[in-house]
């Protein structure tokens, strides 16, 4: 069966340095998102991609993040100075209609020290 | 107000009998729901989505959606103990984002 691959699985950090959360969505998939879960809490949306630009975000998704397809293939979230408050897992999704439900990614913890 | 409200759980039911999970939401722009399953340490797995009014069944699983009332439910009939896991309601619009419930934990007794 298709899956989404996220890379790492777990990234531990410095506060203050970048990151780059990495995603391979299924391949023909055309809508992609991103996806946080702070442990013990709901799952929340930062941002969703479709036709290689951000078609919405969320509040959390300031500045301080970006998305890229860089290829055809991997889609990546990149956290330019992480605080201590963006430890969390980090979920990629992607959908091939957008309004069917999605498949989620094994995720990313992000721990930010 | 939360946007999506799960009934709170933890729920409890033994093996063999229904599990009836509930899900209200505030967004009457809200066009398609899910649920999800998420084991602990895991991600979610969708399990089904309804976008029309009315029972929507998989297997042991039936959704229903109560446009309305703006109500949204899970049945799982036949509970078996590899169904315990957190259970998670979502709205969404049109290929956009998914508003998540906080989730239900339920636990099959064997």
């Known amino acids: 069966e298709p899956e989404v691959t996220q890379t790492p699985s777990h990234q531990v950090t410095q506060m203050g340095q970048e990151v780059i959360l990495r995603c391979v969505p299924i391949s023909n998939h055309l809508y992609f998102y991103w996806y946080r879960q702070i442990l013990g809490q709901k799952v929340e949306f930062l941002v969703s991609?479709?036709?290689?630009?951000?078609?919405?975000k969320s509040e959390i998704f300031d500045d301080q993040f970006s998305v890229e397809r860089p290829d055809g293939s991997n889609f990546t979230l990149k956290i330019r100075s992480t605080k201590l408050e963006d430890s969390a897992m980090y979920f990629c999704?992607?959908?091939?209609?957008?309004?069917?439900?999605?498949?989620f990614g094994s995720g990313t913890r992000l721990t930010v020290v | 107000q939360k946007e999506v409200e799960q009934n709170s759980g933890p729920l409890s039911v033994p093996e063999g009998a229904i599990a009836s999970l509930n899900c209200t939401y505030s967004?009457?722009?809200?066009?398609?729901f899910f649920w999800y399953r998420q084991y602990s340490g895991k991600s979610p797995e969708l399990i089904m989505f309804?976008?029309?009014?009315g029972d929507k069944e998989d297997g042991r699983f039936t959704a229903q959606l109560n446009k309305a009332s703006q109500y949204v439910s899970l049945l799982i009939r036949d509970s078996q103990p590899s169904d315990s896991a957190t259970y998670l309601c979502?709205?969404?619009?049109?290929?956009?984002?998914?508003?998540f419930g906080d989730g239900t934990t339920l636990t099959v007794k064997p």
């Open positions: 991609f479709y036709n290689n630009e951000i078609s919405e």
């Open positions: 979502a709205g969404g619009g049109n290929a956009g984002k998914s508003t």
């Open positions: 967004d009457r722009g809200s066009q398609s």
């Open positions: 309804i976008y029309s009014n």
């Open positions: 999704a992607s959908s091939e209609h957008g309004n069917y439900g999605y498949t």
